[in-house]
């Protein structure tokens, strides 16, 4: 069963959702975003029947506006606690407390951000809302005038957010020590026997110690391979301790040289955010993560490696670095942008007035081409804008 909601569902799963004839819950708000009678439609009130009458029932969201619907209907089950467990970054760190005991983590109100003395903090750390999405809020201090500047920025009016209070939340902040090494983002789920199924692994590439945005994310065969098993062993205490069969989840970590993996956070309910990673695993791999997990599938790497290349399959996440307002630009020039990358296969345009990204895209990049995915990297896309 699926749960829709704002702000974006891709032609991919939609594809997905008619061809499998998913059940879809017929809310207003998934009604709003798709206006086909032929879907698979089935009422709240059926709906709510065969979730509460079913052990751990298999239900994804396509976004955690949608955890607003799971938190009022589905009290009787073990879900609302469960995603708390992980959608609050404080609480996430107590269930782990006692698998990495020396973590340094304290939770702090946005009241308490403009008086909080430095000099009683261990550096480097970082500083995040609590209830958190998108990059959101989210600073790395190295120095005090990193903290000097994260103070003007932490603010209620700076921190305004179009996603619903469940989603985003900026009266409470966690800090916590900074974690060394690579960022890796992780689609799993918890099949019906418990058991750990990684569909994608993606690392997270930054342009600098201090960069905190969601610009790029690639995956390949090489990543697969080398992290895939320790990736399932890190999981399945969690997934134990939480109690979790089908159970789909979108995981923040980061690996350092020794490779000891230590988490960020995790995302319930969902694989990456705007149907991003979940759809890369098809232009990637040519499998469907959205139907591995409600068919309760598991990928064979051996044979999807069989006879392929390694070849870099990102999302490029075309966030406003510019400095330029929204109201002074006229259009982002997506025919200039793929002149300038090797292979794009799908471009996703958004509305830069509404939300703080022109687009998404998804690459195919050669592994002896690595310098392009640097470049988008690092570009504060101004090339490609046109002002009024």
């Not at 976004?63 to 995603?83: A, H, R």
């Not at 304290?106 to 951000?113: H, L, M, T």
Request: charged share 25%.
């Amino acid at each position: 069963m699926i749960l829709i909601d704002h702000p974006y569902i891709s032609d991919f799963l939609l594809k997905t959702i008619k061809e499998n004839n998913f059940e879809i819950v017929s809310t207003q708000a998934a009604r709003s975003l798709i206006q086909d009678d032929a879907m698979n439609w089935i009422s709240e009130y059926e709906a709510l029947h065969k979730l509460l009458s079913t052990a751990n029932p298999l239900l994804y969201t396509n976004s955690e506006n949608s955890l607003k619907w799971v938190f009022e209907y589905l009290k009787e089950t073990d879900l609302p606690d469960q995603i708390k467990l992980f959608k609050d970054k404080y609480e996430f760190r107590e269930l782990i407390r006692d698998i990495f005991p020396d973590f340094i983590f304290r939770k702090i109100k946005i009241d308490e951000i403009q008086n909080l003395d430095i000099n009683t903090l261990k550096l480097p750390f970082v500083i995040k809302p609590s209830l958190g999405f998108f990059s959101i809020g989210v600073q790395i201090i190295h120095t005090k005038s990193d903290w000097h500047v994260a103070q003007k920025e932490l603010t209620y009016d700076n921190l305004k957010s179009i996603y619903p209070k469940e989603v985003m939340d900026a009266s409470t902040f966690i800090i916590e020590e900074y974690i060394e090494g690579k960022e890796f983002a992780i689609d799993a789920y918890f099949n019906n026997e418990g058991e750990v199924v990684v569909l994608n692994i993606m690392h997270h590439v930054f342009s600098s110690r201090t960069d905190v945005s969601d610009r790029l994310y690639s995956t390949s065969k090489s990543i697969i391979r080398r992290h895939k098993e320790s990736i399932e062993k890190f999981l399945s205490p969690i997934g134990e301790k939480a109690g979790l069969k089908n159970f789909p989840l979108h995981l923040e970590v980061r690996i350092d040289q020794q490779g000891i993996i230590r988490p960020i956070e995790v995302n319930p309910l969902r694989f990456g955010g705007w149907c991003t990673t979940a759809d890369l695993s098809w232009y990637a791999f040519k499998f469907n993560s959205y139907q591995y997990f409600l068919q309760n599938k598991k990928p064979d790497w051996d044979e999807i490696f069989k006879y392929k290349k390694d070849e870099i399959h990102s999302i490029v996440l075309l966030n406003n670095s510019s400095g330029i307002k929204p109201s002074e630009i006229s259009y982002f020039d997506f025919e200039k942008l793929q002149q300038d990358l090797e292979h794009i296969l799908v471009i996703r345009e958004l509305n830069f007035n509404k939300y703080p990204a022109f687009g998404i895209v998804f690459t195919e990049t050669s592994q002896d081409n690595g310098e392009e995915l640097k470049e988008i990297l690092n570009s504060d896309l101004r090339k490609y804008i046109k002002i009024n």
